[in-house]
């Protein structure tokens, strides 16, 4: 597999990440994903080679105020290989939110150009040799049909032969769950620009393909139709988009706001199956989404909308996800579930489903399906998770 590029978990401003990114400078590494530091390159800071001495230094004995001490830096680790580089936070804003570059990719769907991200993938072994998050939740979505079908290359094809997908942005049937099979010329290479030049393909018995039942989260970015739009004020969550920079696709990557939630990780949002949502986030619509709900592949996301002022959706304290990214229960599609707390309750932090739950029975806190707006029904929204770090809001 190739060896990802730096990640960095420093903050930094986005004009530092640019420039620090180009020259390789203070990052810490990781490899694959994985958690264990691997090195450290050097800082532009000069090296201190020995001891040190300042004539306004005390004598032993004079009174000394003791000295400020920064608190202490929060890393986090990228478990996405295709993750690039990272910040908690960014200098260069003031929303709480930091950003992650990934690396991007590109299929064609009915001619056209699409260009999206991976992060999540139903098969343990398919997950791993990609370097993604492993989500068994989300296989179950291949049996009931609910899949955008996705035909790679074989490993073994020549360069140059594209991905393609049954479907896009803008369609009805298109969502971010996308069934993973192969196919491989029998022969001469020809031209395919679709999923139906595919198949006459395989009818003629010039491609062969091979099907399998991982469902891979690929998360759209542009499309023929239009992309995710970039955040012009980058100082609250929603804003006017998800993304930092328009994609490059050029250089084939995309930046994304990063944000925090309980239990200690940083999440992105993509998509969602319902379309006002989709319309007032800012993000893709993905109709076929809607239906992970019914068939067990989602997990949920509690979000506050009064109570503690914090960097959730709604400007209140992060959101409380049902389990960490990585989990066996996991999934980076949710069922967005929205508290309120009672007026006559002094609002805590809350850091567990457990506890929201708790808040709920006792009364604390009323429960609306969805959004209040949304008259009890619920939706999904993709938000995978490539950072994993401690939570750092304070109440």
């Avoid at 730096?6 to 994985?34: E, I, K, N, T, Y």
């Avoid at 993973?180 to 620009?193: A, C, F, Q």
């Avoid at 209140?316 to 229960?329: C, K, L, N």
């Avoid at 567990?352 to 029975?361: L, P, S």
Wanted: charged residues 25%.
């Amino acid at each position: 597999m190739e060896q990802s590029p730096p990640v960095s978990s420093r903050r930094l401003s986005r004009r530092d990440f640019f420039v620090s990114g180009r020259r390789g400078a203070g990052l810490v590494l990781f490899s694959g994903g994985a958690s264990a530091l691997l090195a450290a390159c050097a800082t532009d800071e000069p090296a201190v080679t020995g001891p040190t001495s300042d004539p306004t230094t005390p004598a032993d004995g004079d009174d000394v105020e003791p000295e400020e001490t920064a608190p202490a830096q929060v890393e986090g680790t990228a478990i996405v290989d295709d993750v690039i580089d990272f910040a908690l936070e960014s200098d260069d804003w003031t929303g709480p939110f930091g950003f992650v570059t990934f690396r991007m990719h590109r299929a064609l769907a009915n001619g056209n150009d699409l260009y999206y991200i991976r992060t999540d993938a139903s098969d343990p072994d398919y997950a791993r040799e990609h370097g993604l998050v492993a989500v068994p939740k989300i296989g179950v979505l291949a049996e009931e049909g609910l899949v955008v079908k996705a035909y790679f290359p074989a490993e073994d094809a020549d360069d140059g032969q594209p991905t393609l997908v049954s479907s896009e942005p803008g369609l009805d049937d298109y969502t971010s769950a996308w069934q993973v099979h192969r196919y491989r010329w029998t022969d001469e290479v020809g031209d395919l620009t679709s999923v139906e030049d595919l198949e006459a393909a395989a009818a003629d018995g010039a491609v062969e393909i091979e099907e399998t039942d991982v469902v891979l989260n690929a998360s759209a970015v542009q499309w023929a139709g239009g992309s995710l739009p970039v955040d012009e004020e980058f100082t609250d969550y929603l804003g006017s988009g998800q993304l930092v920079e328009p994609p490059d696709t050029d250089a084939m990557t995309v930046t994304f706001k990063l944000h925090e939630c309980y239990p200690n990780v940083r999440y992105i949002v993509t998509d969602t199956a319902l379309a006002p949502m989709a319309e007032g986030m800012a993000i893709a619509h993905t109709p076929a989404l809607q239906g992970a709900s019914e068939a067990g592949a989602t997990g949920r996301t509690n979000v506050f909308m009064n109570g503690l002022e914090g960097p959730g959706p709604m400007g209140f304290q992060p959101s409380v996800f049902d389990t960490q990214a990585g989990d066996p229960e996991w999934s980076p599609y949710w069922d967005h579930m929205t508290y309120a707390w009672a007026d006559d309750v002094e609002p805590t932090a809350l850091e567990t489903e457990e506890a929201v739950h708790a808040a709920r029975d006792a009364g604390d806190l009323e429960e609306f399906p969805g959004t209040p707006d949304t008259d009890g029904e619920t939706f999904v929204v993709n938000c995978p998770v490539p950072v994993l770090a401690d939570n750092t809001f304070k109440a």
